[in-house]
């Protein structure tokens, strides 16, 4: 009976310890943030940077400071990403995430009325 009741606590210990070294975060890849402003106006929209350069391996942030200096609510896109909108006069953060080169459109939208574009590239 002790060896049944050994048995199944060693049984009860390896299990634990399986579970927390699969509890264990994975190594992630080292993330570079970036900071770009971006100007959004009745007559376009203007990023600081289009290209941005990011290191093999590792995942890019890009931090957006979105200033907001039409009449007019609006919000910045880039690829399928959507701000939510930005009031006339206002400013908002915007992160994206990058893990790898690539070219993305990006654009300036409002509710009701024109709509401007660019290009951002990942290098």
Same mark, same amino acid.
Not at 42 to 45: A, F, L, R
Not at 79 to 85: H, I, L, T
């Given at each position: 009976m002790?060896?049944?009741a050994a048995l199944g606590c060693a049984f009860a210990l390896?299990?634990?310890? *399986? !579970? #927390?070294?699969?509890?264990?975060?994975? *190594? !992630? #890849?080292p993330t570079i943030r970036y900071l770009d402003s971006v100007i959004l106006s009745?007559?376009?929209?203007k990023l600081h940077s289009t290209r941005v350069r990011t290191a093999t391996g590792s995942v890019l942030v890009v931090v957006f400071k979105i200033r907001n200096s039409s009449k007019t609510a609006r919000r910045f896109e880039i690829?399928?990403?959507?701000?939510?909108?930005v009031p006339a006069g206002k400013s908002r953060?915007?992160?994206?995430?990058f893990s790898g080169a690539e070219k993305l459109p990006?654009?300036?939208v409002a509710r009701t009325g024109?709509?401007?574009?660019?290009?951002?590239?990942?290098?």
């Open positions: 002790k060896s049944l390896l299990a634990a310890a *399986t !579970t #927390a070294a699969q509890a264990r975060p994975e *190594t !992630t #890849a009745d007559t376009g929209v690829g399928s990403y959507q701000s939510p909108f953060n915007y992160s994206v995430g990006y654009r300036s024109k709509k401007f574009s660019g290009t951002f590239t990942v290098i």
